[in-house]
Nanobody, 123 residues
Framework: QVQLEESGGGLVQAGGSLRLSCAAS????????MGWFRQAPGKEREFVAA????????YYADSVKGRFTIPRGDAKNTVYLQMNSLKPEDTAVYYC????????????????WGQGTQVTVSL
């Protein structure tokens, strides 16, 4: 089994930055495409960003394009979410996912999920 663990969430003022981390452990086989999703209270989980197995392709939701980036870490199956120019509407629980096949914006296709980390952006 593969476990994902997110870290780095917290409280930040609007306009500030946060960096989330996600690391996979357990029976990882190779490098997984990975992604970030978020869920605000009363809303469905939504796609934020994803990165391909090689790191050569990245995908972003329109709402975060130009503000967030999803770099891979040096350790295998480690990924970050660098969030700049944060807005109150970015407040949500952020989840990291890993897909055994390909990077995707479809949450239903992800095979493994972390427990989530809370990000709160205040005015």
């Amino acid at each position: 089994q593969v476990q994902l663990e997110e870290s780095g969430g917290g409280l930040v003022q609007a306009g500030g930055s946060l960096r989330l981390s996600c690391a996979a452990s357990g029976r990882t086989l190779g490098t997984y495409p990975m992604g970030w999703f978020r869920q605000a209270p009363g809303k469905e989980r939504e796609f934020v960003a994803a990165i391909s197995r090689s790191g050569g392709s990245t995908y972003y939701a329109d709402s975060v394009k130009g503000r967030f980036t999803i770099p891979r870490g040096d350790a295998k199956n480690t990924v970050y979410l660098q969030m700049n120019s944060l807005k109150p509407e970015d407040t949500a629980v952020y989840y990291c996912g890993a897909d055994r096949n390909s990077a995707t914006m479809d949450a239903d296709r992800y095979d493994y999920w972390g427990q989530g980390t809370q990000v709160t952006v205040s005015l």
